[in-house]
T-cell receptor, first 113, second 113 residues
Framework: DTEVTQTPKHLVMGMTNKKSLKCEQHMGHRAMYWYKQKAKKPPELMFVYSYEKLSINESVPSRFSPECPNSSLLNLHLHALQPEDSALYLC????????????FGEGSRLTVL | LAKTTQPISMDSYEGQEVNITCSHN???????ITWYQQFPSQGPRFIIQ???TKVTNEVASLFIPADRKSSTLSLPRVSLSDTAVYYCLVGDIGSSNTGKLIFGQGTTLQVKP
């Protein structure tokens, strides 16, 4: 299994809602990542987890809260988002932090109204 | 982190070889060069990675001159399905303490029949 699975594929939420994005991999990878991608722009790194611990936070606003319950799962909790947070949120995994070969999911398309 | 510069867009025809060059003048000694491909509404997909000289796999070749200040991704005999955005990334992937992979602006390749 070489897939990274992200759910939901599409999400629409209001600015006062609380929602979560989920990511799962069963490749035994010990590093997991969240990227944000706006239309016609490159993916921007948000968070990196290594061995289930937060390793890198790219100064992401606190309305985005990552969580890594175990080595296969990565969540991104969303609260009080702004319309400008609408984007494609991509999850990725790699064998270890520092491996240049990331395996990406297809993303969760988020729309904030 | 080394900054990368790529052409914004390129056009080609089916069956031609395509070469996409990336400039990274301030590449560090420990940095590797990695290329990803991304189709619309999908996550990026790893293509190839190298440190110096030439690397080849079943999909592409990567040429890196001795000074490592640039690299060229070569796609042999492209088809319409190779129409995508191609990203060049430079980063210290050998250290588990870093592992930041920052995407550049990318090159949109349009393959025509």
């Amino acid at each position: 299994d070489t897939e990274v699975t992200q759910t939901p594929k599409h999400l629409v939420m209001g600015m006062t809602n609380k929602k979560s994005l989920k990511c799962e991999q069963h490749m035994g990878h010990r590093a997991m990542y969240w990227y944000k991608q706006k239309a016609k722009k490159p993916p921007e790194l948000m968070f990196v987890y290594s061995y289930e611990k937060l390793s890198i936070n790219e100064s992401v606003p606190s309305r985005f809260s990552p969580e890594c319950p175990n080595s296969s799962l990565l969540n991104l909790h969303l609260h009080a988002l702004q319309p400008e947070d609408s984007a494609l949120y991509l999850c990725a995994s790699s064998p270890y932090q520092g491996s240049g070969e990331l395996f990406f999911g297809e993303g969760s398309r988020l729309t904030v109204l | 982190l080394a900054k990368t510069t790529q052409p914004i867009s390129m056009d080609s025809y089916e069956g031609q070889e395509v070469n996409i060059t990336c400039s990274h003048n301030n590449i560090a000694t420990n940095d590797y060069i990695t290329w990803y491909q991304q189709f619309p509404s999908q996550g990026p997909r790893f293509i190839i990675q190298g440190y110096k000289t030439k690397v080849t796999n079943e999909v592409a070749s990567l040429f890196i001159p001795a000074d490592r200040k640039s690299s060229t991704l070569s796609l042999p005999r492209v088809s319409l399905s190779d129409t995508a955005v191609y990203y060049c990334l430079v980063g210290d992937i050998g250290s588990s303490n870093t592992g930041k992979l920052i995407f550049g602006q990318g090159t949109t390749l349009q393959v025509k029949p």
